[in-house]
């Protein structure tokens, strides 16, 4: 399995409780397929240099995972279908 390092955006008017039920579920799509979050660190609320899907702020979490490419496919998935999230990004991690 190989590293990857995923900064995704959630929409910042969503409550304490929603953004955590939120993180869970992306989270939990990654291990139910057999993956691995060994990092998590929530950068907070940030504003945008530009709108991004009208909204001009967005919560930042960023994740490093181990998994292979059936649970970063199923991660994608959920995220593309999801109003909640913004944006994501995906990247390895080669440390």
Same mark, same amino acid.
């Given at each position: 399995?190989?590293?990857?390092?995923?900064?995704?955006?959630?929409?910042?008017?969503?409550?304490?409780?929603?953004?955590?039920?939120?993180?869970?579920?992306?989270?939990?799509?990654?291990?139910?397929?057999?993956?691995?979050?060994?990092?998590?660190?929530?950068?907070?609320?940030?504003?945008?240099?530009?709108?991004? #899907?009208?909204?001009? #702020?967005?919560?930042?979490?960023?994740? #490093?995972?181990?998994?292979?490419?059936?649970?970063?496919?199923?991660?994608?998935?959920?995220?593309?279908?999801?109003?909640?999230?913004?944006?994501?990004?995906?990247?390895?991690?080669?440390?």
């Amino acid at each position: 399995m190989k590293k990857y390092e995923i900064m995704y955006i959630l929409k910042a008017g969503l409550d304490d409780a929603a953004r955590k039920a939120e993180v869970d579920k992306l989270h939990g799509a990654i291990t139910l397929k057999g993956g691995k979050v060994l990092d998590v660190n929530e950068w907070g609320l940030r504003e945008f240099a530009y709108p991004i #899907k009208k909204e001009t #702020k967005g919560y930042y979490v960023v994740i #490093k995972i181990e998994a292979d490419s059936v649970a970063l496919n199923e991660f994608d998935r959920i995220t593309r279908f999801d109003n909640n999230v913004l944006r994501t990004l995906v990247t390895v991690d080669h440390q």
